[in-house]
């Protein structure tokens, strides 16, 4: 072996000197060998991140925790520097304290308010909260939770989204400490607690024990399993006929002797599982269009696993809506398609569309969104999750598995309406020990499904944070897809309670397109606005309705909504009649299937894929 600081000649493979490297020192060897693994380095790093922020997401329900702390920085800062605003908030705090001593002193013993909680608020409906002193605790909270709010918005110089975080974040944490979610301030329980002799409290301890075992073991909540897909929820009779890697598509038996000519493609969103729309026989929209006479397919979405992480939107697009527009057509040829999405599935479908009508093809004959939305400028609540630092974070998560858990984005929007979603349901189900049944709704929204990797990282990036469709820049095969090519008539669904679509947000459509629009607003929320059938009775229950023709001037939804024409109960109705107006005369129903074209049904309906955990 040579010395140190000697040099050695680098022999070519046939033992003669190399003529490119002539005599080197080892330490000239060594350094370009510590070179070369410095250079690796970073690449060997983004493991780490993504392990250390997968387990701290399990703690912090995928919320970035520098995304939050950077808004709170933001808006600290700018307080610390606005006097004026400092000025203003001593002074509401002053007022707010006098207020409530007025109350007090006028009200003694009696009972009464000085503030009213806000209209969707109703922890504290109960009218013992009337009663002295839980008219003091409740009134105190709610002026405190005011206050709150006038501090963390209207702040010169915060960004809008740090100002939305911030103000979220902080109601949050408002909402923890809510003497509602405590046994010795919430005279609603303790009354309860009276009357049973504490055993409201041991039902509470079981169900808390109960939940506690349920989700350990992975198992659905409490009342789910008194729900069967297939057995008495998905139920609508119908066959598989195709099945691929990331679809199988169902055809529907119909239940009347003629059908329209024109057949229904739905397709569901892939973050849910598609039975949402095929619930029990008296919540489905599936036998609802069976019954009045339409051939209905549906795309159910493979749940993906870790081999799935690289499939992306466009695999989405041509393996899923394209493929199934393209069998249906097979299936019942010669006809034009009414295709339904809902979701992220109507954002797909309305791109889908847009390529089929830059390219000429006259399959579709209308469209129908429910609660889909093409620009993202104003995603509402869910912009708390969007921001660079915000989606890094969820790519580190779902780098380590390929694909983002569908219970950790059901904890993001049970995050997003906490005060519903976890507070009052602790309060009933752990302090008053009562059990709510489980709705078919709510079983559904239990099933929850995974997200690959690229494709929610796609989603994220072009649509939320870029908002490249609404903007002319998202492209399929090298060129962009323009929404302003579609020429089909629109019936539009919002909803007025919508946390995931907004519905202003949602009716920006009339923008981004130059067709007709059929625009609805409808009570409820994202899913129950949606699971909306005909024939319940459900007080205050109703929608709104106006068509925009193709060279209709633009209107602003608020005005649109206050002109727009009300209607009472479900929008069910009003849909089948604008199909059935776009609908040639029933002919008799189609073959299940396409037999000669090798479509031949595999499986009942609902199929496999809905089965997959």
């Known amino acids: 072996m040579a010395e140190p600081g000697k040099t050695v000649a680098l022999r070519s493979p046939v033992g003669r000197r190399s003529d490119f490297a002539a005599e080197r020192s080892f330490s000239d060897i060594a350094m370009e060998q510590i070179a070369a693994i410095l250079e690796a380095e970073p690449e060997a790093e983004r493991p780490h991140d993504a392990f250390l922020h997968a387990d701290l997401a399990r703690i912090t ?146 169900n808390f024990v109960e939940d506690l075992l349920r989700q350990a073991a992975h198992h659905p909540p409490a009342g789910a399993d008194a729900y069967r897909v297939g057995g008495n929820i998905a139920v609508t009779p119908g066959k598989v006929i195709f099945r691929n890697r990331l679809i199988e598509l169902i055809q529907y038996e119909p239940s009347t002797p003629a059908v329209r000519p024109e057949p229904v493609l739905i397709v569901p969103s892939w973050i849910m599982k598609y039975y949402i729309l095929d619930l029990s026989p008296g919540n489905s929209l599936v036998r609802h269009l069976v019954d009045n006479g339409y051939t209905v397919f549906m795309i159910s979405w493979k749940n993906p696993g870790t081999a799935d992480r690289d499939i992306g939107m466009e695999s989405y697009l041509r393996e899923g809506i394209l493929t199934a527009m393209d069998l249906v057509a097979k299936v019942v040829p010669r006809q034009k398609l009414h295709a339904l999405g809902y979701c992220l599935g109507g954002t797909l479908l309305g791109i889908a569309a847009a390529m089929h009508a830059r390219e000429s093809n006259g399959t579709l004959g209308s469209l129908t969104f429910l609660a889909s939305t093409f620009d993202f400028t104003e995603p509402g609540e869910l912009e708390l999750f969007i921001d660079e630092s915000q989606i890094a974070f969820l790519e580190d998560i779902m780098w380590t598995r390929g694909f983002l858990d569908g219970k950790e984005m059901a904890g993001a929007f049970a995050v997003l309406n906490s005060k519903d979603l976890v507070w009052s349901k602790m309060v009933r189900d752990y302090l008053l020990g009562e059990r709510a049944p489980l709705s078919d709704l709510m079983a559904w929204n239990a099933d929850a499904t995974r997200l690959p990797y690229r494709m929610h990282t796609e989603y994220l ?142 499986d009942n309906a609902p199929g496999r894929y809905v089965h997959m955990r």
Not at 136 to 145: A, N, P, R
Not at 465 to 471: C, D, H, S, T
Not at 480 to 495: C, E, K, N, S, Y
Not at 550 to 561: F, L, M, N
Request: some cysteine; glycine content about 8%.
């Open 61 to 206: 329900q995928g919320i970035s925790p520098i995304a939050v702390g950077l808004a709170y920085l933001d808006w600290l800062a700018h307080l610390l520097y606005s006097p004026d605003k400092q000025h203003l908030l001593t002074r509401k705090a002053i007022r707010k304290l006098t207020r409530l001593a007025l109350h007090v002193m006028r009200l003694g013993a009696g009972d009464g308010r000085c503030i009213e909680p806000l209209p969707q608020d109703k922890r504290f409906s109960h009218p013992a909260w009337c009663r002295w002193p839980y008219n003091v605790i409740s009134q105190s909270f709610l002026l405190t939770q005011q206050w709150w709010w006038n501090a963390t918005t209207d702040v010169r110089g915060v960004t809008r989204h740090h100002e939305h975080v911030v103000s979220f974040m902080t109601r949050q944490w408002l909402d923890v400490f809510s003497p509602s979610n405590f046994i010795l301030t919430n005279p609603e329980v303790l009354l309860k607690t009276s009357s049973t002799l504490g055993m409201n409290l041991v039902r509470g301890a079981r």
């Open 461 to 602: 990036r072009k649509l939320y944070l870029r908002n490249e469709l609404a903007e002319g820049r998202f492209e399929l095969g090298g060129r962009p897809v323009a929404l302003t090519d579609i020429r089909q008539p629109v019936f539009m669904i919002g909803t007025e309670r919508d946390h995931v679509s907004p519905w202003r947000s949602v009716y920006q459509a009339h923008l981004l397109t130059d067709t007709e629009i059929t625009f609805v607003l409808t009570t409820g929320g994202h899913n129950v606005g949606i699971v909306n059938p005909p024939g319940k009775e459900v007080p205050g229950r109703g929608y709104r309705i106006a068509t925009s023709p193709a060279d209709a001037k633009y209107v602003d939804p608020d005005i649109w909504a206050a002109q727009a024409t009300r209607g009472e109960g479900s929008w069910w109705p009003a849909w089948i009649a604008w199909l059935n107006h776009r609908s040639g005369d029933p002919v008799a129903p189609p073959a299940m299937g396409a037999p000669n074209l090798g479509l031949l049904p595999l």
